[in-house]
């Protein structure tokens, strides 16, 4: 247990599987305070998946099935300045670079409230899901995300907390998202 009285995912970690969304896997247990993401994943989610705009992954709790976390992962580039390319030892003449994005990523308040660390467990496995891209299939340096800072403000501490960056070019105050990215070759 944590201070916050819960306790890390880590050590139930077992309990849980990761499953691509299917029509079939039921849906409906799964509640985030922000309605737009309950939306995505029941009404939206499979056709994005079978359009090939965006694939799904569930986290389920496999004794019950219920879904405690989603992401949503899509192919993706940055371009990145002088100095980032420098911080990141990127020695290259091209103007973006390959990466791939947690388009969508939301866990259940119930999963929520008991454990501490899923949406960081989230991360990690899309990390290691880019890790296998690139030991099989094509590369992908970059993890990117647009903090959904329109539905909460301190997000971005979510994703800073898990190594991610704010991109340079990103301080329109207007804006209701903020482009973040994580190396997942070297730590910045
Ligand atoms: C954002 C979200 C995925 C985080 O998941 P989580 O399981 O609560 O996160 P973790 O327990 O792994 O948190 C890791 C750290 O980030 C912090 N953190 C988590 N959410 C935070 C937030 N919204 N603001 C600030 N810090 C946050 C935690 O306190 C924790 O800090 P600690 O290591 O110092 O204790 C989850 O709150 C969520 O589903 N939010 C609603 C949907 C959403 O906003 N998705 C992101 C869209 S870009």
Known sequence: MNQSGKKSIISDKRLFSLKQLTGKIRLDSFFCQIEEYNEYLFHEAVKAQN????LTWLLCERS???????????ADAIKLSATEKELHKLEYPFKTVPAMKIAKLAVSASFQEKYSGIG???IDMAIQIAEACNEQYFACR???VDADIEHNESVMNFYKKNGFLPNEETNNKRRKTISMRRDILFKA
């Open 51 to 54: 359009d090939q705009m965006a």
């Open 64 to 74: 019950s099935g219920a879904v405690a976390s989603y992401m949503s992962l899509i």
């Open 120 to 122: 960081s467990l989230m």
């Open 142 to 144: 970059f993890i990117t």
